[in-house]
């Protein structure tokens, strides 16, 4: 008489269902990772491509990059650039191109490799012309928490933070050379002070640590600073952030920085007027929380390109500086990130 076959028990099955669900919770993540791996891949390449047909056009047309209405109709480029593989289909563009540099000549990117072309964008509209408008409320976060961008030197990258702010160039003199000149605009390297690092900070909001006394975020090399103005060993910094703002809404704006020494403001062509809009007096020796702002309103129009030129001098103790605007309609408030552009 042959033997029956011995089926699962209960528990047995349910031991195996457990496992397999254990193994799903682990792999799917790692295969949704790797899908979105090769999206963010293939963004990257799309907007490499873009960045290549921008430059091409660049070279047709005088060295001035296209219009911020016409743009992807005088790119000419295949539909399938325009579509990024993370967003929604149907929608005939996923990226925007920076309104920044509508019209503008070359020249006016210094820093091509820190300065955004294109990016994952929406302008909450399906029409692929329409995304033109770029500031840090179009981009869309859609790759994982960040986005693709493409810079004005052809390379694309994926990012996590917004993006604008102004570039900072740092630079430290080890010993005090006392009071520089003031000039208009200040010169570090005609006052003994060595150049330290080039960054782009979202906002011009830090104060430094009193305990380890250095600036947020640190800089390498720059020791914010080790003892009183004057003391052996001490130095001092200067920092010189320029770029543009692009206001949010038409009005008479207040501008007005907070800072422990010396700094300036120029808003506008400093060719033309190269008086600062505020100027603490810029052989301020470690005043904390000194406010200085514009005594008149300065007229400024929603979008408009408006260069931005920052000086702040450190002499010792601990950084603090930031700078924020108002105007009728629009609170006192840090220049948010996304309203300003680095150069």
Same mark, same amino acid.
């Given at each position: ?14 031991? &195996? ?10 792999? #799917? ?5 790797? *899908? ?7 963004? %990257? ?6 960045? =290549? ?23 000419? @480029?295949?539909?399938? @650039? ?6 929604? +289909? ?43 408008? #770029? ?6 976060? /859609? ?16 990012? *996590? ?5 102004? @570039? ?5 003199? +080890? ?19 060595? #150049? ?10 830090? &104060?430094?640590?009193?305990?380890? /006394?250095?600036?947020?975020? *640190?800089?390498?090399? &720059? ?64 005043? $904390?929380?000194?406010?200085? *702002? ?7 129009? %929603?979008? =408009? +390109? ?29 220049? $948010? ?7």
């Amino acid at each position: 008489m042959g033997m029956r076959g011995r089926g699962f028990t209960l528990i047995e099955l349910l031991v &195996v269902i457990g496992i397999i669900a254990v193994l799903a919770a682990i792999l #799917f993540p790692v295969f949704g990772r790797a *899908r979105e791996q090769g999206r963010i891949a293939s963004c %990257i390449s799309n907007q490499r491509q873009i960045a =290549q047909a921008i430059t091409i056009y660049t070279q047709d047309y005088d060295e001035t990059y296209p219009p911020e209405d016409a743009v992807w109709e005088l790119l000419s @480029l295949e539909p399938g @650039l325009l579509r990024c593989p993370t967003r929604r +289909k149907g929608l005939g563009n996923g990226y925007v191109y920076n309104y920044f540099l509508a019209n503008e000549p070359l020249s006016i990117v210094t820093h091509p490799d820190l300065f955004m072309l294109t990016a994952d964008g929406h302008t909450g509209s399906d029409d692929a012309a329409l995304n033109v408008y #770029f500031t840090g409320g179009n981009v869309d976060r /859609r790759h994982a928490g960040g986005y693709v961008a493409s810079y004005a030197d052809g390379h694309a990258e994926r990012q *996590r933070g917004l993006p604008g702010g102004l @570039l900072g160039d740092y630079y430290y003199a +080890k010993t005090p050379p006392g009071t520089p000149t003031l000039g208009s605009p200040f010169d570090p390297t005609q006052h003994h002070f060595r #150049f330290v690092t080039l960054r782009v900070d979202p906002q011009l909001n830090w &104060v430094g640590d009193e305990d380890t /006394r250095i600036p947020y975020p *640190r800089i390498p090399g &720059v020791p914010w600073d080790v003892g009183a103005y004057g003391e052996a060993g001490t130095g001092e910094a200067v920092v010189i952030w320029t770029g543009w703002i692009m206001p949010p809404r038409t009005g008479d704006y207040t501008f007005t920085t907070i800072s422990d020494d010396g700094c300036r403001v120029w808003v506008g062509d400093i060719a033309e007027n190269p008086d600062p809009l505020i100027d603490n007096g810029w052989s301020v020796l470690y005043q $904390p929380n000194t406010e200085a *702002r514009n005594p008149t309103p300065l007229p400024l129009t %929603i979008r =408009q +390109k408006v260069p931005i030129r920052v000086e702040y001098r450190n002499t010792q103790w601990t950084g603090q500086f930031s700078l924020e605007w108002e105007c009728t309609g629009l609170n006192r408030q840090i220049i $948010p990130v996304e309203w300003m552009y680095p150069n």
